[in-house]
RNA sequence: GGGCCACUAGCUCAUCAGGUAGAGCAUCUCCCUUUUAAGGAGGUUGUGCCAGGUUCAAGUCCUGGGUGGCCUACCA
């Protein structure tokens, strides 16, 4: 290294490409006939010499070509050069004419080559995976080693990317709201805390973007949209990451079934788009998008499970029935939180093919419609996936004065110890007693969708730098 | 949160009943002018997660802690 570093340059300025490896195989028969010079630069992965002859995988963002140094070649003092002071880890570019080997491999016989990053620390060994915990801790060894793992994050950016044009084209704003909240709200969850030091005061990051976004609904924008991340303050697990991507969207005007009309064409065109011609596998589960999704009202899905109509029995009828399904009651739940743990256990296993699941018992959302039907309801559907929550939705409470009502009803729930109960946002219902439209809203969790497109059965699969524990304690 | 399991070389893993640690890859030396998990000969590599305890003797048994994985419960 000391000898090396005074002989060259270890860590140039640039370097001018003329192929990168993909467009080498792609124009391989002209490359070959014409004898063109090609530069191509990667990082080494691997170091097979023969003697006088070194063959040298390199890789780059989209694949690995070879290259071959030859002593008649280079000369014996920069072949010498290359074959003790090249390693595994390294950055090279090479330099010149692209070739066949014997065993058909596409393989460039190198004329000349520079140092474009010196590696002074090993990659991992190669022929077996690294550990779930060492990809996700060491995410540049993960990406560095595994073109799988490059392309799973790769399609992350182009499911987003699709979404917003998708959000585009149905002519929606996009738009970015605070992060850092006087006041959280929007979802039920713990916020992280954290202080302004100029203002001396508590700031909250947001659990969700909904109070924000309908606050643009009030200003007159009609549909706007955010991808950005959420915080809650919860438990991690293969599902659950403390900071996730939301998707929410607001349009005035706009009720729960045009929302859901909305969210079908969307999950619709992910599923064409990255599917298999509208379908999806997702472990040992085949979902197809192509047919109109099911739709399946919340009591109707339960009284198929229980025999009942659970809307005409009392509370204790309802928590009777919760029992002898084997749910564990605790003291805080009241009858609609049964009613959601009985749907959590007896129908949600099941909806593996998409299913918009309809009007909710109004007591677990708080910023939703009256239905306009049905007493104790809700308009609201949630998008179920294999097995997967993916979307949430309403007709958009906008009623200034059941919205005060529903934020008491909230507080008496915090005030009996229930801590993801939401706060009273007082800004939030000045501006909707300054008139808000009827308006459709939906959140969709994206690191969900991500999972689902990809085939991920682990968050940590597709978020670049998943939560974790410091290494080594404390 | 609860339960089960794991942690040994840079990486992936062995060490079966407690006797003082090994393989492959990486690394180092040498041979080899079309290799591709290249091959051949030889060498180096360890706070056995941490802290206590039992024992003549602990990577191995016990206790506590740390980190991770899986299952389970809840929020996306």
């Known amino acids: 290294m000391a000898e090396l570093g005074e002989k060259v340059e270890l860590y140039p300025y640039s370097y001018d490409r003329t192929h990168n490896s993909v467009q080498a195989r792609a124009d391989e028969s002209q490359l070959v006939e014409s004898e063109t010079k090609v530069r191509f630069p990667g990082r080494i992965m691997a170091k097979r010499g023969t003697g006088k002859t070194l063959f040298v995988p390199i890789s780059d963002e989209w694949g690995t070509l070879q290259a071959y140094f030859r002593k008649d070649d280079l000369g014996e003092e920069r072949f010498d050069q290359v074959k003790r002071l090249i390693d595994i880890g390294d950055w090279i570019g090479v330099e010149g004419t ?45 990406l560095a080693m595994n073109l799988e793992s490059r392309e799973r ?7 987003i990317t ?40 508590t700031l909250y990051m947001r659990i969700a973007d909904e109070l924000y976004l309908k606050r643009l609904i009030v200003g007159g924008f009609e549909r706007v949209y955010e991808i950005a991340k959420d915080f809650r303050n919860e438990g991690m697990d293969r599902t659950h990451n403390p900071e996730f991507t939301m998707l929410e969207c607001y349009a005035a005007y706009w009720d729960y079934h045009d929302m859901m009309d909305l969210t079908e064409r969307l999950i619709r065109r992910l599923a064409i788009t990255f599917g298999n011609e509208g379908k999806l596998t997702y472990g040992d589960l085949e979902m197809d998008f192509n047919q109109p999704f099911a739709r399946l009202r919340f009591m109707d899905a339960l009284e198929e499970k229980t025999g009942q109509d659970l809307m005409t029995l009392s509370d204790d009828e309802v928590a009777a029935v919760a029992k002898s399904k084997g749910i564990t009651l605790k ?33 677990l959302s708080p910023l939703a419609k009256a ?19 993916l979307a949430n939705s309403f007709s958009e409470l906008n009623d200034p004065r059941e919205q005060r009502s529903r934020f008491m009803d909230q507080k008496a729930l915090i005030e009996a110890g229930d801590d993801e109960a939401q706060p009273i946002d007082e800004d939030f219902l000045q501006a909707m007693e300054q008139g808000m439209p009827p308006t459709g809203g939906m959140g969709m969790g994206i690191d ?27």
């Open 448 to 474: 969900r969708l991500v999972m689902l497109l990809t085939d991920s059965n682990n968050i940590r699969d597709i978020l670049l730098f998943p939560h974790m524990r410091p290494e080594g304690g404390q």
């Open 162 to 201: 699709d979404i917003r044009g998708f959000f585009s084209d149905e002519e929606y704003l996009e738009v970015e709201t605070p992060v850092l909240q006087p006041l959280y709200g929007g979802a039920t969850a713990r916020p992280f805390v954290t202080h302004h030091n100029a203002l001396d005061m």
């Open 98 to 142: 692209l070739f066949r080997t014997r065993t058909d491999e596409l393989t460039v016989k190198v004329e000349d080559f520079t140092f474009l990053a010196k590696a002074i620390r090993p990659l991992p060994e190669k022929f077996h995976d690294m550990s779930l915990e060492n990809k996700s801790r060491r995410r540049h060894l993960d």
């Open 153 to 159: 994050f790769k399609l992350r950016s182009a499911i």
């Open 371 to 389: 239905h306009r039907e049905s007493d104790g309801l809700v308009e609201r559907f949630e998008l179920f996936v294999a097995g997967f929550e």
């Open 331 to 363: 003291k805080t739940m009241g009858r609609d939180k049964i009613l959601d743990e009985l749907f959590s256990e007896l129908v949600e296993p099941d909806l593996i093919q998409p299913t918009f699941v309809m009007d909710h018992p109004k007591e």
